[in-house]
């Protein structure tokens, strides 16, 4: 037999062979009619399962958002329908408004001096715990529970009266020969009370240190004391890269939490930003412009600022993570 006519008896069986091949993938990929009936349940019970979230999400997240957004370029009192002004409450805010960059420069004093020491506090504590077994879980207990009632009306108002003229703190300074008058009608000393009011809410973020720093390996701490590390060498070079992706989580979410104070300071002023404007965060002071003021457009341009600000500095911690955040697993 030529090669021509081998070539012409084992091309079909080729072709044939291939076009089984074919067919046969063709019925592995595609679905039955019973696969695409049940796929349909499941989607249409996941679909089902989604819609309330879906319907609250619509209804009172993006919608309110949106209508915000409209109301910030309008002015609106709550009484008569929305004016539209286009940018006038952007211009006047940074431009007219004393109190408006008086309640930016307190908010921004609280966020920069507040947050780096509460967390501070958190890890200190967090790495007391994780050397201490005995008495560990009513430590964490003891040092979580703040962090829950921290927000609430009934804590700032027994804050306030801690810290009035008269009160246990200021009792307790004239003991040494420290005569206060008490921290909340201090102008000098009312921010840092609100700042300390913080701290003490360290119970969260040390959770979440102390979670990170179970995860940590010994066997990297057994290797810097046998090259003659000591603890504070130990701590720079093995602790903070290992805990720099938990650094970043507590970092990014306490910087937004701090943006948005308000209870604590409307509770300690009576709702008046005082002393001298010192408690006037951005929150409390967009709250009595919309409500008190009833200038509900100017509130919500302030707030679509804090959107924007909260916004960018999230996007610059994102954007600086990779030069100090290490990952398991990730080469630097």
């Given at each position: ?129 994780n050397y201490r077994n005995k008495g560990s879980g009513f430590f964490r ?95 720079k070079s093995v602790t903070l890269p290992m805990l720099s992706s938990v ?64 916004a960018i500095i999230a996007f610059v911690l994102f954007r600086t993570s ?11």
């Amino acid at each position: 037999m030529s090669i021509a006519q081998e070539a012409a008896v084992t091309q079909p069986s080729t072709a044939t062979g291939t076009s089984s091949g074919s067919s046969d993938d063709s019925r592995k990929t595609s679905p039955t009619p019973g696969r695409l009936k049940a796929n349909r349940r499941e989607n249409v019970a996941g679909y089902s399962f989604l819609l309330p979230w879906m319907i609250g999400f619509l209804g009172l997240t993006l919608g309110p958002m949106i209508y915000s957004l409209y109301l910030s370029f309008t002015k609106y009192n709550l009484f008569s329908d929305p004016q539209f002004v286009g940018f006038d409450n952007y211009v006047r805010m940074f431009t007219q408004d004393p109190q408006f960059m008086q309640s930016v420069q307190i908010t921004l004093i609280y966020v920069l001096v507040g947050t780096p020491v509460k967390l501070a506090a958190a890890l200190g504590v967090a790495m007391l715990l994780n050397y201490r077994n005995k008495g560990s879980g009513f430590f964490r207990s003891s040092f979580y529970a703040p962090s829950l009632i921290g927000a609430s009306v009934s804590v700032a108002i027994v804050w306030r009266a801690m810290f009035s003229s008269g009160g246990p703190v200021d009792s307790s300074l004239s003991i040494f020969g420290i005569n206060i008058g008490g921290w909340v009608g201090n102008i000098s000393l009312v921010l840092p009370m609100m700042i300390l009011l913080a701290v003490w809410q360290f119970g969260a973020p040390m959770v979440i240190f102390l979670a990170g720093l179970k995860q940590i390996p010994q066997e990297l701490y057994e290797a810097a004391s046998v090259d003659g590390a000591g603890p504070v060498r130990k701590f720079k070079s093995v602790t903070l890269p290992m805990l720099s992706s938990v650094i970043f989580f507590n970092l990014l979410l306490e910087t937004i939490n701090a943006f948005q104070v308000f209870s604590s300071a409307f509770i300690i002023s009576n709702g008046s930003g005082g002393p001298a404007g010192m408690t006037n965060f951005y929150t409390l002071y967009l709250y009595k412009r919309g409500f008190a003021d009833g200038q509900m457009g100017y509130a919500a341009a302030m707030a679509w600022v804090l959107l924007i600000v909260v916004a960018i500095i999230a996007f610059v911690l994102f954007r600086t993570s990779n030069r100090w955040v290490h990952y398991a697993g990730e080469s630097k």
